[in-house]
């Protein structure tokens, strides 16, 4: 099931004075760089784990509405669902209560009545806006994988340029993968 990015979160779960604070760099000539890097070890750390750390809305595009009435939701946790759309075959969007469908939180899918909605007239027909992220404030992301974000950012900091592998500079460290082993969403 695809999914697209609709709405970022609003703040990054680490800080760029917690950041630097962890870097101990005292001086403002390097801000953009280190803001930039927190994003991109956010980014890291919600690929790999499948989970999104703070607030953010995604669109899931489906083809067709599973027969067994639950649709798995990824990234998660899940906090809502925003809104549902399905198109006919003309490509008109027709909106679904979202009261359709049962949010399970804790098992990050949305539940339906099988056979209760209609079917979509195109490919990709189906459209779910979702709410997924542990909250809005940097504080509500899990510490291990905040710990992970702080730790990926003095990683590449200190190992900007471009290396060998064979360098020991390109290889993540093995704390941040253990960081993150628990949090990892497993698909078959």
Not at 37 to 58: D, G, I, K, N, S
Not at 65 to 90: F, M, T
Not at 109 to 125: E, K
């Amino acid at each position: 099931m695809p999914s697209r990015l609709l709405t970022p979160p609003s703040a990054e779960p680490v800080t760029l004075a917690e950041a630097k604070a962890f870097l101990r760099v005292e001086h403002d000539a390097d801000d953009d760089v280190i803001a930039t890097l927190v994003t991109a070890a956010r980014c890291h750390v919600e690929a790999q784990t499948r989970r999104a750390l703070l607030t953010q809305v995604w669109r899931l595009t489906r083809d067709a509405w599973p027969i067994d009435g639950r649709i798995p939701v990824a990234p998660s946790p899940l906090q809502a669902l925003a809104a549902a759309r399905v198109h006919d075959a003309a490509g008109a969007a027709h909106a679904l209560d979202p009261q359709v469908f049962l949010v399970d939180a804790a098992g990050a899918q949305l539940v339906f009545a099988p056979g209760s909605l209609p079917a979509p007239g195109r490919a990709a027909g189906i459209e779910l806006d979702i709410a997924v992220g542990y909250g809005d404030a940097a504080a509500d992301a899990p510490q291990p994988l905040r710990q992970a974000v702080r730790m990926l950012v003095a990683h590449w900091y200190e190992n900007r340029g471009v290396a060998a592998a064979e360098a020991g500079a390109a290889v993540l460290p093995l704390s941040v993968a253990a960081l993150l082993a628990p949090y990892r969403v497993v698909t078959l």
